[in-house]
Nanobody
Framework: QVQLVESGGGLVQPGGSLRLSCAAS????????MGWYRQAPGKQRELVAFVASGDSTNYADSVKGRFTISRDNAKNTVYLQMNSLKSEDTAVYYC?????????WGQGTQVTVSS
């Protein structure tokens, strides 16, 4: 069992920045892939970015160049640095971990980009 707790969401103006954190209840060095997804009202959940155990990363086209995912194995935490935020980034952001082929999810943190 893996418990994930997100933090760092909030209200930010367009062009601003936020950093999301996802703290895991187990050593993330044992987790093959950790990622961030988001779900906007009326839309399906979509992948934002993921980082694998070898530190390879992948990003949705819509966030490339603006968002950066990273993992700190010593703190069992994954981060999502979000810069140049746009109104279309408004969503609930969920942390995801894939361990031994099983998906685990956090409860989500709201990000609202609005002036």
């Amino acid at each position: 069992q893996v418990q994930l707790v997100e933090s760092g969401g909030g209200l930010v103006q367009p062009g601003g920045s936020l950093r999301l954190s996802c703290a895991a209840s187990v050593s993330i060095s044992s987790i093959y892939v950790m990622g961030w997804y988001r779900q906007a009202p009326g839309k399906q959940r979509e992948l934002v970015a993921f980082v694998a155990s070898g530190d390879s990363t992948n990003y949705a086209d819509s966030v490339k160049g603006r968002f950066t995912i990273s993992r700190d194995n010593a703190k069992n935490t994954v981060y999502l640095q979000m810069n140049s935020l746009k109104s279309e980034d408004t969503a609930v952001y969920y942390c995801n971990a894939v361990r031994l082929g099983i998906d685990f999810w956090g409860q989500g943190t709201q990000v609202t980009v609005s002036s």
